[in-house]
T-cell receptor, first 111, second 114 residues
Framework: ELKVEQNPLFLSMQEGKNYTIYCNYS?????LYWYRQDPGKSLESLFV?????AVKQEGRLMASLDTKARLSTLHITAAVHDLSATYFC???????????FGKGTRLHILP | KAGVTQTPRYLIKTRGQQVTLSCSPI?????VSWYQQTPGQGLQFLFE???????NKGNFPGRFSGRQFSNSRSEMNVSTLELGDSALYLC?????????????FGPGTRLTVL
C-alpha cells in the first residue's frame, strides 16, 4: 500500500530563515506533487516531479526528488510571511489519477 | 479557460440525510477525482471517474458513491449522513491520459453534518 509521510507536521520559523520539509513514500511512484493550501481554500499546485534527480524552483521554493531513497524535499529560502500555508506532498502513478497525500506541513512564518 | 467548479460551496445537513455534490471539470478533461479532507484524516482519495466509468476507488464505505455523465460532469452522493462525514470535499479534473497529466482542483464543497 502506498503511504506518504511528511515531516515536520508543524513548523514555525522566522522570516529570512531557510528550512526544508521532507516527504517519504513507501513504494514506487511515477510522480511526486507538492501543493499549497491556504486556510479555507483549495489546493494550488506548486511542483510536479517526474524523474529521479528532478529539481524545480519557483521563487523561494525549491523541490527535489530522489526516487531511489523515495524522498522528496521542499526547501524554503529566506522565508517571507506570504509563504505561511499548509504544504502537502502527494504521490501518484501513471496508470490512473489516484493521488495519495501526506498529512501536510503547517508552516507559520513569523515576521 | 474556466477552472473546475463545484456546487454547492457550502452545505448543512443533518444525520441520516443524503447529499449530492456536483463537479464540473475543465473543458476537455475526461477524468474527475474526488477527495475528502478532514482535520483528523487529512486528504483522502474517494474515487476517480474517466469516460463515465469508475476507474479507481478509495477505502470508503458504500454510502459514498459517484457517477460521471457524458459531458464529464460528475456527482458524488453520500447517503445516511454521519457526523464524521463533515468535511471539505474536493474534486479534481485532468485529461485522464495514460501518461502523466496535471490535475486541477476545484474550490471544494464544505459539508457540515449536524
Amino acid at each position: 500500500e502506498l503511504k506518504v509521510e511528511q515531516n515536520p507536521l508543524f513548523l514555525s520559523m522566522q522570516e529570512g530563515k531557510n528550512y526544508t520539509i521532507y516527504c517519504n513514500y513507501s513504494t514506487t511512484s511515477d510522480r511526486l506533487y507538492w501543493y499549497r493550501q491556504d486556510p479555507g481554500k483549495s489546493l494550488e499546485s506548486l511542483f510536479v516531479l517526474l524523474s529521479n534527480g528532478a529539481v524545480k524552483q519557483e521563487g523561494r521554493l525549491m523541490a527535489s526528488l530522489d526516487t531511489k531513497a523515495r524522498l522528496s524535499t521542499l526547501h524554503i529560502t529566506a522565508a517571507v510571511h506570504d509563504l505561511s500555508a499548509t504544504y502537502f506532498c502527494a504521490v501518484g502513478r501513471n496508470r490512473d489519477d489516484k493521488i495519495i497525500f501526506g498529512k501536510g506541513t503547517r508552516l507559520h512564518i513569523l515576521p | 479557460k474556466a477552472g473546475v467548479t463545484q456546487t454547492p460551496r457550502y452545505l448543512i445537513k443533518t444525520r441520516g440525510q443524503q447529499v449530492t455534490l456536483s463537479c464540473s471539470p475543465i473543458s476537455g478533461h475526461r477524468s474527475v477525482s474526488w477527495y475528502q479532507q478532514t482535520p483528523g484524516q487529512g486528504l483522502q482519495f474517494l474515487f476517480e471517474y474517466f469516460s463515465e466509468t469508475q476507474r479507481n476507488k478509495g477505502n470508503f464505505p458504500g454510502r459514498f458513491s459517484g457517477r460521471q455523465f457524458s459531458n464529464s460532469r460528475s456527482e458524488m452522493n453520500v447517503s445516511t449522513l454521519e457526523l464524521g462525514d463533515s468535511a471539505l470535499y474536493l474534486c479534481a479534473s485532468s485529461l485522464g491520459l495514460a501518461e502523466y497529466n496535471e490535475q486541477f482542483f476545484g474550490p471544494g464543497t464544505r459539508l457540515t453534518v449536524l
